[in-house]
């Protein structure tokens, strides 16, 4: 099995825009707040059928 996608290195890397969340047909990828008020996508491994369709939609990630 592949492994699990890394949609971003660094959170100063995503935009937060939930393109991956949207794109996900498994439904895999939820947003989750930070401390500071901005939600960022979170993987469930085990709900993730690792078909990159989140890498494909994520703007940060076809720059």
Do not use: H, Q, W
């Not at 660094?10 to 939820?30: H, M, Q, Y």
């Not at 979170?42 to 709900?47: A, F, L, N, Y």
Request: hydrophobic share 35%.
């Amino acid at each position: 099995m592949r492994e699990l996608p890394v949609l971003f290195k660094e959170k100063s890397l995503c935009t937060g825009c939930a393109a991956c969340f949207n794109a996900c047909a498994s439904n895999a990828i939820r947003m989750v707040e930070d401390s500071e008020g901005f939600e960022y996508p979170e993987i469930d491994e085990k709900i993730c059928i690792r078909c990159l369709k989140c890498l494909k939609a994520a703007p940060c990630r076809n720059e």
